[in-house]
C-alpha cells in the first residue's frame, strides 16, 4: 500500500488553534481526507480536498494541500474539549477503485 | 437511518477457534472493506469487494477470508485466529467511483489468548 504518515500524539490548550499534518507518497491521489476517530467508536469523515486544490475552509476546519511536497494538514481553530479524538489521514489513488489508504492517526489531546 | 453494523462488538476468543465478525448495511453500497486498527499504525486494509462475487486482497490479507455472497453483507472470517490477530477491526462500505464518503461500523474489538 501506500505510505500515509502523521506525528502520532498532539496536544493543545482549548481556544487554540491545531494543526494536525500528514505526508504521502502517492503523487496520483485523487482525494484526500480527513477522518476524525472518538473514543470506542468508528470513523467519520471530517473533510476532504480533491488533489487540484490548495485550499479548502470549512467553519472551524481548513485543510491546505501542498501537492509539490505531498503534505496535507488540517488546521482546526478554537479548539475545544470535544475536538479531542483521533483524526486519520487517508489518500484515495486514482487506480485502486474506492480504496483508502490510511495514516497511523494523530491523537490530539485539548487541555482545558 | 444510514448505517454500516457490525457484530460482535467484543469477542474474546482461543487460538484455532474459527470466527466470523458479520458486516451489514442499509445504503445499497457496492464496496465493502475489513480494516484493522492497531497502536502506532493506523488502518491497514485487510480485503475489499468491488461488489456481489468480485473480492480481493488488502495491504494484510494472511489469515482471513471474505465472502460476498449478497450486496448487504461482508463478512470476515478467521478460519484459526492466532494471537497476533488481536486487534480492533472496522468494516467499511462506499458507493463505487467518484468522491464517495466511506461509512464506518462501530468496530470489533477481537481478543485471541
Known amino acids: 500500500g501506500e505510505d500515509v504518515e502523521q506525528s502520532l500524539f498532539l496536544s493543545v490548550r482549548e481556544g487554540d488553534s491545531s494543526v494536525i499534518n500528514c505526508t504521502y507518497t502517492d503523487s496520483s491521489s485523487t482525494y484526500l481526507y480527513w477522518y476524525k476517530q472518538e473514543p470506542g467508536a468508528g470513523l467519520q469523515l471530517l473533510t476532504y480536498?480533491?488533489?487540484?486544490?490548495d485550499m479548502k475552509q470549512d467553519q472551524r476546519l481548513t485543510v491546505l494541500l501542498n501537492k509539490k511536497d505531498k503534505h496535507l494538514s488540517l488546521r482546526i481553530a478554537d479548539t475545544q474539549t470535544g475536538d479531542s479524538a483521533i483524526y486519520f489521514c487517508a489518500e484515495r489513488p486514482q487506480t485502486g477503485a474506492n480504496n483508502l489508504f490510511f495514516g497511523t492517526g494523530t491523537r490530539l489531546t485539548v487541555i482545558p | 437511518e444510514a448505517q454500516v453494523t457490525q457484530n460482535p462488538r467484543y469477542l474474546i476468543t482461543v487460538t484455532g477457534k474459527k470466527l466470523t465478525v458479520t458486516c451489514s448495511q442499509n445504503?445499497?453500497?457496492?464496496?465493502m472493506s475489513w480494516y484493522r486498527q492497531d497502536p502506532g499504525l493506523g488502518l491497514r486494509q485487510i480485503y475489499y469487494s468491488m461488489n456481489v462475487e468480485a473480492t480481493d486482497k488488502g495491504d494484510v490479507p494472511e489469515g482471513y477470508k471474505v465472502s460476498r455472497k449478497e450486496k448487504r453483507n461482508f463478512p470476515l472470517i478467521l478460519e484459526s485466529p492466532s494471537p497476533n490477530q488481536t486487534s480492533l477491526y472496522f468494516c467499511a462500505s462506499s458507493q463505487k467511483g467518484g468522491n464517495t464518503e466511506a461509512f464506518f461500523g462501530q468496530g470489533t474489538r477481537l481478543t485471541v489468548v
Open positions: 480536498i480533491f488533489s487540484n486544490m
Open positions: 445504503m445499497n453500497h457496492e464496496y
